[in-house]
């Protein structure tokens, strides 16, 4: 049996709240527009940009959310470029992932993250060895659709039963459903409990601890 952890990266594996504001609250200035809360901003942490910005501003066309899109990219990067991203790991998940990976465990990402911003996250904390496979909102449908699984799945050879979706939003959650794979919610990101089990986690963990008590169990 392969065993593979799927973990979403904003708000699960690290915290990149306040860049994500900042960069979106950019975006909407380029725009003259005004700039949405940054309560609702969090919210759509794990959508592709497009859809988040469909989120963000209803009334937009899609023409308008590819443009707003681009503008949050191009603050993103000048961020990046200024040495201003600052995106640690949540505390105790760098010591988990590591143990997983020595117990066997399969390691993938399923993020809203374009794959650039992805390497260069993983790179950053020296942790991109740990995983077999990434999967971005460059190559797939935004969550909640499932392809993003399927292709983890796909790659790495598991089967379903055998796979975990980890993530703090509800989006992560109806993923999971979707593509008929376990669910653990994160109450550390930006969705809460209730929305995480409402939308189909097993489970909702409040530290990494726990997390790492639920993964660690052996299997009889």
Known sequence: MSRIAIFDCDGTLVDGQANVCEAMEEAFAAASLAAPSRALIRRAVGLSLPQAMGLLLPESTPDQQEMLAESYRIAFREHRRQGRIDEPLFEGIGPLLRRLHQDGWQLAV?????????????????????????????????????AMITAVLWETGAQAQDAVMIGDTSFDMLMASAAGVRAIGVDWGYHHAEELLATGADRVVDTVEELAAMLTVPHG
């Open 110 to 146: 399923a993020t809203g993250k374009s794959r650039r911003g992805l390497r260069h996250c993983l790179a950053a904390h020296g942790i991109s060895d740990l995983f077999c496979s990434l999967q971005t909102a460059d190559d797939h449908p935004s969550k909640p659709d499932p």
